[in-house]
T-cell receptor
Framework: KNQVEQSPQSLIILEGKNCTLQ??????????LRWYKQDTGRGPVSLTI?????NTKSNGRYTATLDADTKQSSLHITASQLSDSASYIC????????????FGGGTRVLVKP | DTGVSQNPRHKITKRGQNVTFRCDPI?????LYWYRQTLGQGPEFLTY????????KSRLLSDRFSAERPKGSFSTLEIQRTEQGDSAMYLC????????????FGSGTRLTVV
């Protein structure tokens, strides 16, 4: 069964600190993986998209990594800001039909001053 | 084009009433998706259109739910005889034929059934 597991479920960090979110998946075959940021009451907004051949991709203070061998991805937030408080969702495209999206349950990040 | 637009943003309804939500996708996107998201969970797939054809429906889409995309542009999602368990955020997304590469979500419609 295709699954995407995210950890931790929630995280509290102090403003200015770094943090790393994890995403483990069993989706096979793998097409690509995307990290979304979802503010409370809003729709998800794409941060990065990673294909099989990409190991690292950055978008400002957000850096995503992908290890397709171990089927793991991480999202690193550098120098966190209050506006980083949100849910971060990992979504993997793939599976037997090739186009299925499998969503993780998200990690809720709270940045405190 | 300002992205995927959903209306209304919020809807409060009494149990048993019917509600309808609208989604306007990015104009050049031929694929449109509906998701449901409950608090603290990731989005759950409901249904998918390619142009006006509804190609896939989740088992989550009970008989009380119906979605249409009559002209292959905007879509509506109707819930009949709402139940308290229908309270959730309903998200719409659209994509080009490139699929996930151009996948964009709307801001969602928050439904509260009282």
């Amino acid at each position: 069964k295709n699954q995407v597991e995210q950890s931790p479920q929630s995280l509290i960090i102090l403003e200015g600190k770094n943090c790393t979110l994890q995403c483990n998946y069993t989706v096979s075959p793998f097409s690509n993986l995307r990290w979304y940021k979802q503010d409370t009451g809003r729709g998800p907004v794409s941060l990065t998209i990673m294909t099989f051949s990409e190991n690292t991709k950055s978008n400002g203070r957000y850096t995503a990594t992908l290890d397709a061998d171990t089927k793991q991805s991480s999202l690193h937030i550098t120098a966190s800001q209050l506006s980083d408080s949100a849910s971060y969702i990992c979504v993997v495209r793939g599976g037997a039909a090739g186009n299925k999206l499998t969503f993780g349950g998200g990690t809720r990040v709270l940045v405190k001053p | 084009d300002t992205g995927v637009s959903q209306n209304p943003r919020h809807k409060i309804t009494k149990r048993g009433q019917n509600v309808t939500f609208r989604c306007d996708p990015i104009s050049e996107h031929n694929r449109l998706y509906w998701y449901r998201q409950t608090l603290g969970q990731g989005p759950e797939f409901l249904t998918y259109f390619q142009n006006e054809a509804q190609l896939e429906k989740s088992r989550l889409l009970s008989d009380r739910f119906s979605a249409e995309r009559p002209k292959g542009s905007f879509s509506t999602l109707e819930i009949q005889r709402t139940e308290q368990g229908d309270s959730a955020m309903y998200l719409c997304a659209s994509s080009s034929p490139r699929g996930f590469d151009g996948y964009t979500f709307g801001s969602g419609t928050r439904l509260t059934v009282v």
